[in-house]
């Protein structure tokens, strides 16, 4: 079974400094990991995801994400928070071993940035 | 142009009675899903349509019955509506929902209040 787990619930930054929201998963297969961000009231926006081929994955709005598969970590950073970067971020992690596209979510970390 | 839409966005309802959401994707994918996301944030999987299949039914009372009168649009029905209910409803969709890398794009939730 797939299981994600997001270790911090709630994650406060100043404008301009860096972000980290961690994410651990397990997956008895080679799984694939995304990153969706949700804005107040507003439904959910992929910010990037990880299908095996680079470790390193660039996504929108300057966030990347690192793949370590000896740590099963999954780890979302930015080098400088924007106000605009205020939102709920949700690691996600989909396996193969249903044979369809099955998401399972972590319970979200809230990105708190203050000027 | 949205890709996936929802209508009606906010919904308000008494206990008992029984109400529809509606979902329309103009992306051109073979499988749509409907997720309840409670009060906690936390998301979860409840159907799967692929062209107008069931593929994936997860533990949900059967007072809710999806239908898929096409492979554009997934529409939720819910009967004798509870307090429990109340969530946000969101619909997504991908391309063929056998590939577990695939994106799911979703739509901007359903917010549903049982009073």
């Known amino acids: 079974a797939q299981s994600v787990t997001q270790l911090d619930s709630h994650v406060s930054v100043s404008e301009g400094t860096p972000v980290l929201l961690r994410c651990n998963y397990s997956?008895?297969?080679?799984?694939?990991l995304f990153w969706y961000v949700q804005h107040p009231n507003k439904g959910l926006q992929l910010l990037l995801k990880y299908t095996s081929a680079a470790t390193l994955v660039k996504g929108i709005n300057g966030f990347e994400a690192e793949f370590k598969k000896s740590e099963t970590s999954f780890h979302l950073t930015k080098p400088s928070a924007h106000m605009s970067d205020a939102a709920e971020y949700f690691c996600?992690?989909?396996?193969?071993?249903?044979?369809?596209?099955?998401?399972?979510f972590g319970k979200g970390t809230m990105l708190l940035v203050s000027p | 142009d949205t890709a996936v839409s929802q209508t009606p966005k906010y919904l308000v309802t008494q206990m008992g009675n029984d109400k529809s959401i509606k979902c329309e994707q103009n992306l051109g994918h073979d499988t749509m899903y409907w997720y309840k996301q409670d009060s906690k944030k936390f998301l979860k999987i409840m159907f799967s349509?692929?062209?107008?299949?069931?593929?994936i039914n997860e533990t949900v009372p059967n007072r809710f019955s999806p239908k898929s009168p096409d492979k554009a649009h997934l529409n939720l029905h819910i009967n004798s509506l509870e307090l429990g209910d109340s969530a946000v409803y969101f619909c997504?969709?991908?391309?063929?929902?056998?590939?577990?890398?695939?994106?799911?794009?979703f739509g901007p939730g359903t917010r549903l209040l049982v009073l």
């Open positions: 997956s008895s297969y080679s799984p694939s």
């Open positions: 997504a969709s991908s391309q063929t929902g056998s590939m577990y890398q695939e994106t799911q794009y």
């Open positions: 349509y692929n062209n107008k299949e069931l593929i």
């Open positions: 996600v992690v989909s396996d193969g071993n249903s044979g369809y596209s099955t998401l399972t």
